[in-house]
């Protein structure tokens, strides 16, 4: 039989109290703490992106945007990143045949209005 109750939830919290943290501390802008294989900020090039449209149907919360700010002769691609949204599962880095998007170690992504989430990249 499971034991529940006041001394179970006393005895766990004993038992944790000890223990190495799960996570690493933030230390700051710039941080060199960040693990190797971070997720942070998407990095855009619109130099080898073909406008296919992978990664905005691949991203499964519909984060990311391309969007031609030129001519259909005269392309000027964009990406627009709804930071909000973004889930840093990188999927849509993953998708990209052209290797126009990567991702960087950059993690500082606090705002104090909900439009700056949105950002161009």
Partial sequence: MNKTGPGKIALTALKTLFKKPATTEYTGKGSPEVEKHYRGRILYD????????????????????IINEGTKEDKKLVAILNVGKCIFCCQCVDSCNKNSLSYSQDIDFAMTKKEDLIIKL
Avoid: E, K
């Fill in 46 to 65: 619109p130099t080898t992106c073909v406008a296919c449209g992978l990664c905005m149907r691949d991203c499964p919360t519909g984060a990311i945007q």
